[in-house]
């Protein structure tokens, strides 16, 4: 089992940056892709950005070039940086595997707004 938590949100202003970091329990993580996924108010939870094991990443259509996924095995750390934020990405971001998902994390908000 693999646990999950994340960091790294807050309230920023259209066109920010911010940089979210998760961090995994256990010795298996490198083993997995890993994906970064938001959940607006209202909304249902969608995956954002991937990362393989080995590093391969792929991005949803609404942040391509905007966001970068990437990760650190030795620290069990997986990061999203976000630049040119907009309104539309306020969400509460969630990391997790991929093929497998583990119990979620209590996420953390971020909310872009003037």
């Known amino acids: 089992q693999v646990q999950l938590v994340e960091s790294g949100g807050g309230l920023v202003q259209p066109g920010g940056s911010l940089r979210l970091s998760c961090v995994a329990s256990g010795n298996i993580f490198r083993l997995y892709a890993m994906g970064w996924y938001r959940q607006a108010p209202g909304k249902q939870r969608e995956l954002v950005a991937t990362?393989?094991?080995?590093?391969?990443?792929t991005y949803g259509d609404s942040v391509k070039g905007r966001f970068t996924i990437s990760r650190d095995n030795a620290k069990k750390m997986v990061y999203l940086q976000m630049n040119n934020l907009k309104p539309e990405d306020t969400a509460v971001y969630y990391c997790?595997?991929?093929?497998?998902?583990w119990g979620w994390g209590q996420g953390t908000q971020v909310t872009v707004s003037s």
């Open positions: 990362i393989t094991s080995g590093g391969g990443t």
């Open positions: 997790n595997g991929i093929s497998t998902v």
